[in-house]
């Protein structure tokens, strides 16, 4: 197990295992090595000096990283853009902002052609699409499920097209199709922050929950009775991450 001096939000996987861990503390995505060390992967104080937030990589080895660019709890103003952000990593310092003007993006993943990224805004309370072209720029802007209510945070996808994802507020779990029908939901006796499809035959949904005390009450909190469910899923996981 390595350890270092950072907020480590969230992983992914490179094509050839290395795992990419996002240093929110650091403003970089690390490597980790088979011995267990972190290396610099890519310093991405281009996408924000305040940090990144989540992590996809898609099958070509590219990653996504995103950030909300603005202090916890900031919202876009009214009417305006908000300062959240994508950039694409597509190598070992190679860093590239290739989205602006979304709303605290959290969760996000890539269809099983990596021709879409599909990206969890939270304040928004949607799932936002891009299209993918050939240079890693994203277009074809597009709301993918307005959730109503819901502040979707990690997301996952499945078989069908369909988006799992998690939301913390409303301690669930909700499979969405593109459009915003409601497929399923798991609901759960604290708040749900992420999900994903695996198991053998990446059919059983597992979602990591926790307390949660509200943004004004996290330097106090201190049981937060961190958890990890499953649940048979109706669709495999498709797509990236795919781990």
């Not at 890519?42 to 305040?50: G, I, M, N, Q, Y």
């Amino acid at each position: 197990m390595a350890e270092h001096a950072s907020l480590p939000l969230c992983f992914d996987f490179l094509p050839d295992g290395t795992p990419l861990v996002v240093s929110a503390a650091t403003c970089s995505l690390l490597a980790l090595s088979p011995d267990g060390t972190l290396a610099p992967y890519a310093d991405l104080r281009a996408l924000s000096e305040l940090g990144a937030n989540d992590i996809v990589v898609d099958g070509r080895g590219n990653a996504w990283v995103n950030s909300p660019n603005a202090p916890f709890g900031s919202t876009a103003p009214e009417g305006g853009p908000a300062s959240g952000r994508i950039a694409l990593v597509s190598g070992p310092g190679d860093v590239r902002v290739v989205a602006d003007d979304l709303d605290f993006p959290n969760g996000m993943a890539i269809s099983p052609d990596n021709r879409t990224l599909i990206v969890a805004e939270s304040y928004r309370q949607r799932l936002t699409a891009f299209t993918i072209t050939a240079d890693g720029s994203l277009t074809d802007r597009r709301v993918f499920a307005d959730l109503g209510e819901d502040p979707p945070d990690g997301i996952t996808i499945d078989a069908t097209g369909a988006v799992w994802y998690a939301d913390v507020p409303h301690s669930q779990c909700v499979r969405v199709a593109e459009g915003g029908t409601v497929l399923d939901r798991v609901e759960f006796d604290r708040g749900a922050f992420a999900c994903m499809l695996g198991g053998t035959d990446a059919s059983t949904l597992f979602v990591v929950g926790a307390s949660w005390p509200g943004a004004a009450g996290l330097g106090r909190q201190q049981d937060w009775h961190g958890t990890v469910w499953s649940s048979p899923a109706p669709a495999p996981r498709a797509g990236w991450p795919s781990n």
